[in-house]
């Protein structure tokens, strides 16, 4: 194990250390006083296990293809950025642009996250990418989403309390969203439907949330109490007659 | 993969913090929290405000004034000198930083208008406006760029840690700071430029670009503002002046005229608001801030902070004990208080707003 002390690093200098660290083939790396160093594991390829202590900053894990990072704090914006495959477990809050484009991996975030999360997230045949969120979401949650699978959980949020924000998954024309609790239609776009979870949305949702719960040391019977709703792609073309007339 | 490629990361920084029990806080303190974010600018604009810091002269005016030539100077203080009794003529204290070869003359003025120039109605502070466009507009090479009292602005082009040598921003105390590092998109990058952008004791800083800039400009224009900056966020500082202090409006209340909600939210308002949302948008359309922005304003008796209403900017805030502290990335915040007691996003559109307590 290599234990690094990032107080006082220039990011450049922390990624660079990394980067040599994991190169030389090691597996688990401890950062110690992160503040605000940007551009944490970005591109960064491998199966390395990476834990961040402090609040890591900006762009965290963009283009990264397999290591896994864990925030034992707050993250801040533009985490997950175009991911490849890995995982990010954040054990607070987030920022907002999380998972833009992300095309596979997971990002596990236990608190609340900002605004455009998860906007143009894709999926493939191959691969699709995860999040989950524990609390609560701002606007624009997944926002022309075109693949993969959000869920929010809304864990400690107020009886009542809307979980998302407005446009959610506004523009949505491929993947899926799980929200716990009941979603207000007036909140999403034209081009979400809202409907019920099948067998098959529940095995899948029963494994992601059994992994999630297990990196986040919550009980899953306790976060599958509560009923579910499934807001999916009203068509996969919606604009498919724009410029065809 | 090559990691050796070097880009300039764009995107301004803003922090701030406010004492509500008034302590004085050193200016070493934002300095620290804005230079943590020094990647957010470019070195082309930093600058700081603070308030509480004069307090040997909190009922004088302090102009800052900052002169592109010496020469420039006697034409302004003959103004000055014709309108204000001055208490005080200072140069702002300054020290020699490698990075900063060049600079305006900076001067600092103590002053109160001489009551036979307040005719009729005239109240002090339109007096003070009416100087600033004046001398910004009409004397060229000159600019007030800080004009209230018991506070002042301090700004330049360089990045956040050479600027505050040079002002030496560590020797200043003040309850409320706002600080700023700046990456110009649209508009030069010169002393006059950076924030804050200050009018009376309002003070802007600023991430974002204002698109509507032409529509404010000229709605300010008619009730005889200047612009003078070249600088969108100008504006937003001569439009807090003319909403709150002219008008008369609520803070609250002129945040939701630059932020104002949109009708379909207006439309799932109760009938009474509704009906007031919608007249303010009808009254002050002109007055809506439109495009990405974050932004912390400072005034006596308060700090506030806004961003627009999609949320387009970062804003987070954050508490510990009577301090309330507001920057674009929650390390800047960390930076300064490792431990916060609450950490949170605001919503979009939907001010943060922090008074002091009684004097």
């Known amino acids: 194990m290599l234990e690094i002390n990032a107080t006082k690093l220039y990011y450049r200098d922390l990624n660079a250390m990394i980067r040599e660290a994991v190169a030389k083939g090691e597996k688990e790396i401890v950062v110690k006083g992160v503040n605000g160093q940007y551009y944490i594991?970005?591109?960064?390829?491998?199966?390395?296990?990476?834990?961040?202590?402090?609040?890591?900053?900006?762009?965290?894990?963009?283009?990264?293809?397999?290591?896994?990072?864990?925030?034992?704090?707050?993250?801040?914006?533009?985490?997950?950025?175009?991911?490849?495959?890995?995982?990010?477990?954040?054990?607070?809050?987030?920022?907002?642009?999380?998972?833009?484009?992300?095309?596979?991996?997971?990002?596990?975030?236990?608190?609340?996250?900002?605004?455009r999360v998860a906007i143009h997230m894709k999926g493939t045949k191959k691969q699709s990418p995860t999040i989950v969120v524990g609390g609560t979401a701002g606007d624009f949650f997944g926002e022309y989403m075109a693949g993969g699978v959000l869920i929010l959980l809304g864990l400690d949020a107020e009886e009542g309390a809307s979980l998302a924000g407005d446009y959610l998954g506004t523009g949505m024309h491929g993947g899926l969203i799980y929200v716990r609790g009941e979603v207000d239609p007036n909140l999403c776009g034209a081009e979400v439907g809202i409907g019920e979870l099948d067998d098959e949305d529940m095995a899948m949702l029963r494994e992601t949330l059994t992994e999630y719960c297990k990196d986040m040391s919550l009980s899953l019977d306790d976060v599958m109490k509560k009923g579910f709703k499934k807001?999916?792609?009203?068509?996969?073309?919606?604009?498919g007659n724009l410029y065809a007339y | 993969m090559n990691h050796n490629y070097q880009k300039d990361i764009s995107g301004c920084g803003l922090t701030g913090l406010i004492s509500k029990k008034r302590r004085r806080v050193s200016g070493s303190t934002i300095v620290k929290s804005l230079c943590l974010m020094n990647d957010r600018g470019n070195g082309l604009g930093a600058g700081y405000a603070a308030y509480g810091i004069y307090p040997e002269f909190k009922d004088f005016y302090a102009f800052h004034i900052m002169y592109d030539d010496a020469s420039v100077r006697f034409s302004a203080e003959e103004y000055l000198k014709s309108n204000y009794h001055i208490e005080k003529i200072e140069e702002i204290p300054t020290s020699p930083v490698k990075a900063i070869p060049i600079s305006p003359l900076l001067m600092r003025y103590f002053v109160s208008p001489l009551k036979d120039r307040l005719v009729g109605e005239t109240k002090p502070d339109d007096f003070v406006v009416n100087t600033v466009m004046k001398v910004n507009s009409e004397i060229e090479g000159a600019y007030i760029f800080s004009s209230g009292k018991n506070m002042g602005a301090f700004k330049g082009v360089g990045n956040p840690a050479d600027i505050a040598e040079f002002f030496r921003i560590e020797e200043y105390e003040g309850y409320t700071w706002?600080?700023?590092t700046r990456f110009p998109t649209n508009t030069p990058g010169w002393w006059g430029g950076a924030h804050p952008f200050t009018l009376l004791d309002w003070s802007i800083v600023h991430n974002g670009e204002i698109s509507s800039y032409g529509i404010n400009k000229r709605y300010l224009e008619m009730y005889g503002y200047k612009l003078t900056l070249l600088t969108d966020t100008e504006v937003a500082a001569y439009m807090l002046d003319l909403l709150i202090r002219r008008h008369g409006l609520s803070i609250s209340t002129a945040c939701q005229a630059l932020a104002a909600p949109f009708w379909k939210n207006i439309d799932s308002k109760e009938a009474d608001e509704a009906e007031a949302l919608t007249a303010l948008r009808q009254i002050y359309g002109s007055a809506l801030l439109n495009g990405p922005f974050s932004i912390l304003f400072g005034h006596a008796n308060g700090l506030v902070g806004i961003n627009d209403r999609?949320?387009?900017?970062?804003?987070?805030?954050?508490?510990?004990?009577?301090?309330?502290?507001?920057?674009?990335e929650e390390s800047a915040i960390r930076a300064i208080c490792p431990s916060?007691?609450?950490?949170?996003?605001?919503?979009?559109?939907?001010?943060?707003?922090?008074?002091l307590s009684g004097c």
């Not at chain 1, 807001?231 to 604009?239: F, G, I, W």
């Not at chain 2, 609450?342 to 008074?355: F, H, I, L, M």
Request: charge should be neutral.
């Open chain 2, 310 to 328: 999609i949320k387009l900017r970062p804003l987070v805030a954050a508490t510990k004990d009577d301090v309330v502290y507001m920057a674009s």
């Open chain 2, 178 to 180: 706002t600080a700023h």
């Open chain 1, 231 to 239: 807001l999916y792609p009203a068509s996969l073309r919606p604009y």
């Open chain 1, 41 to 115: 594991g970005d591109g960064l390829v491998g199966s390395s296990m990476i834990t961040i202590e402090g609040v890591p900053g900006n762009d965290l894990a963009a283009f990264m293809d397999g290591p896994v990072i864990r925030i034992k704090g707050n993250g801040q914006d533009n985490i997950c950025n175009t991911m490849n495959s890995g995982k990010v477990i954040i054990e607070g809050n987030a920022g907002d642009v999380l998972g833009y484009g992300m095309r596979g991996g997971k990002l596990f975030i236990r608190g609340s996250v900002g605004y």
């Open chain 2, 340 to 355: 916060p007691e609450k950490v949170w996003s605001p919503r979009a559109g939907e001010p943060v707003v922090v008074e």
